[in-house]
Structures are given as structure tokens and as C-alpha cells.
Nanobody, 119 residues
């Protein structure tokens, strides 16, 4: 299963961006999709999860500013990022977990998209 992210870029503090992640390949189902980020010199941290039932979970630093969503029946997830701060600067990675048609589990990552918040 392959993931492709898009939507990153340079934005001023206080601005907004929307990231997209689309999965393709042998997908029988998707149990959850999530976004992680890794800033310079930092570990990869959770940003947001969305489960198959639509429930969500967020990292503490983005609660109230970021929203994760997923199109019903589609292998696409979005991350709407508002009120961006310089501390949000990082490479953002999409992750998806589920099962292929042969019942094998997958745990796939995208290549990452750079988000830079700077004036």
C-alpha cells in the first residue's frame, strides 16, 4: 500500500494549510489513518489520528487548531491546519494501517511533505 501526501509549503504565522494523503494499492480495508510530524532534531510525533468509526485523537500541541478528516469510503485523509505557529514547522508524514485482500496487515508511510511557518 502506497501513500502520497500533498499540500505542504511555506506559510506565515497565523496562516492555514490543508494537507492531503491518498492511499493506493491492495487495500481491503483501512483501520485508521494518521498524521505525524518530525521537526529538525526531533523525534517523529503524533499529530492526529482518525479511526474507521470516525473518532479522532490529537496531539496536545495541536488541539483546537488542527482537524483531521477522511472522506467516507475513500482512501484519503486531510489535515486542516489553522493558526499555524513557527513551532509547527516540520516534515509531516501520513500513516495508514489495515489489511490487504490476502488478509495480510499493512502499516504504510508516505514520503513526507514539508511545512514551514515563517514570516
Amino acid at each position: 500500500v502506497q501513500l502520497v501526501e500533498s499540500g505542504g509549503g511555506l506559510v506565515q504565522p497565523g496562516g492555514s494549510l490543508r494537507l492531503s494523503c491518498t492511499a493506493s494499492g491492495d487495500i481491503f480495508n483501512i483501520n485508521d489513518m494518521s498524521w505525524y510530524r518530525q521537526g529538525p532534531g526531533n523525534e517523529r510525533d503524533l499529530v492526529a489520528y482518525i479511526y474507521n468509526d470516525g473518532s479522532t485523537n490529537y496531539g496536545d500541541s495541536v488541539k483546537g487548531r488542527f482537524t483531521i478528516s477522511r472522506v467516507n469510503g475513500k482512501a484519503t485523509a486531510y489535515l486542516q491546519m489553522n493558526s499555524l505557529e513557527p513551532e509547527d514547522t516540520a516534515v509531516y508524514y501520513c500513516n495508514a494501517r489495515g489489511y490487504e485482500s490476502n488478509s495480510m496487515p499493512y502499516d504504510s508511510w508516505g514520503q513526507g511533505t514539508q511545512v514551514t511557518v515563517s514570516s
